[in-house]
């Protein structure tokens, strides 16, 4: 049973642990808070017994847990990942992962100063059963481009609109649209058609400089593939992958509920299979799998495919104008 630590209290966390304890390969041990009330009210919502910390280095320092999943805001993940790796602890970090080259380049020199530990980016959709019904399908058939969007109002912009500045929509804290939707249809489309030759971003910036909504163009040596993610607008447009003269047609690459082939002349048939209730399970599921097989090869894999998504995020914001406090 791993023994689990946690950072950030927020919703996401509280799904976390919900899925990592419904696996059964987790236990709720340690609970960090800025804030001990915070700690304790946590601790006591999800129902476990654990033990509470505000301070960060005594956390760490604590064996109280042998894996911390990480849902601070962005611009901390890869400083706590580093800290949580010299203290020899496995991490499960929110994506996105890190917020430019340069923190991307400590946490992998980190990891690699520490071999035997586990460091899994949580890009929760790529271990969902449908997404893998996508995969097969792009890795059997001559792609010829796609189109995926991820469009979502902000539950926070209207806080943003009223003069507040909530995290997510500022550059302090690494955040805006393609960091925090975007980061999904890179993923998708990395894992799907490959690395391209080429990523462009065009971000519609708010006044304070974070991307409200973007759109980046992927160049790949046969087709291109566009994404569209934004934080201000809601999208209910499907996104679509096309194939000579067959489209797929998804309803949302980062929660996939519906798939169907669209061929000329046939009736396009549903292959998309039921969604799992806590949509953080599988991915809760292979962590724990990994770290106690000690599979190596399987956080490598996932590990380089985080290292692609990030390169080619971070070169298209940094040339797109978009700067983090962490680039300098
Ligand atoms: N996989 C998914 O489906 C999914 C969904 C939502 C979010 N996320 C990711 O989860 C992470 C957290 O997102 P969120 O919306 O919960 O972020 P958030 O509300 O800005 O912050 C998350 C937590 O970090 C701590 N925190 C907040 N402001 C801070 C500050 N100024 N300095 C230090 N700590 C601070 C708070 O915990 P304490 O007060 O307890 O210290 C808070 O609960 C993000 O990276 C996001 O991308 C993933």
Do not use: C
Not at 155 to 179: I, Q
Not at 199 to 209: C, I, Q, R
């Amino acid at each position: 049973m791993l023994k689990l630590g946690i950072i950030g209290t927020n919703w996401i966390t509280q799904q976390f642990v919900d899925a990592a304890t419904n696996s059964g390969e987790y236990q709720l041990t340690a609970v960090y808070s800025r804030h001990a009330e915070s700690a304790q009210k946590f601790a006591d919502e999800v129902g476990h017994k654990a033990a509470l910390f505000t301070d960060l280095d005594v956390f760490f320092a604590s064996d109280t847990f042998d894996t911390v999943y990480i849902a601070s805001p962005n611009i901390m993940h890869a400083d706590q990942t580093i800290a949580a790796v010299n203290a020899g602890k496995n991490v499960i970090v929110e994506k996105p992962m890190v917020a430019g080259l340069n923190q991307l380049d400590a946490v992998l020199a980190a990891q690699k100063a520490h071999p035997d530990v586990f460091v899994f980016e949580a890009a929760r959709h790529l271990y969902e059963a449908n997404f893998a019904k996508v995969s097969e399908y792009t890795h059997s058939h001559k792609i010829s481009g796609a189109t995926l969007t991820y469009m979502k109002y902000s539950s926070r912009y209207d806080a943003f609109l009223e003069g507040k500045t909530p995290n997510v929509f500022t550059t302090k804290f690494a955040g805006g649209a393609l960091m925090d939707l975007g980061v999904y249809l890179v993923y998708a489309a990395l894992s799907w058609f490959g690395v391209p030759d080429k990523a462009t971003y065009v971000p519609s910036k708010l006044p304070n400089g974070i991307d409200g909504t973007g759109v980046m163009h992927l160049d790949y040596p046969d087709f291109g593939v566009n994404l569209t993610a934004g934080k201000t607008t809601q999208s209910y447009l499907p996104s679509e992958i096309y194939s000579g003269k067959d489209t797929l047609v998804i309803d949302a690459p980062e929660s996939i509920s519906s798939i169907k082939l669209y061929q000329p002349d046939t009736k396009p048939q549903e292959s998309a299979g039921k969604q799992d209730k806590n949509p953080m399970i599988r991915e809760a599921k292979f962590f724990a799998d990994a770290i106690n097989t000690k599979d190596y090869a399987a956080r490598d894999a996932k590990l380089e495919l985080a290292k692609q998504v990030h390169t080619v995020i971070s070169t298209a914001r940094v040339a797109a104008g978009i700067v983090f406090p962490s680039d300098k």
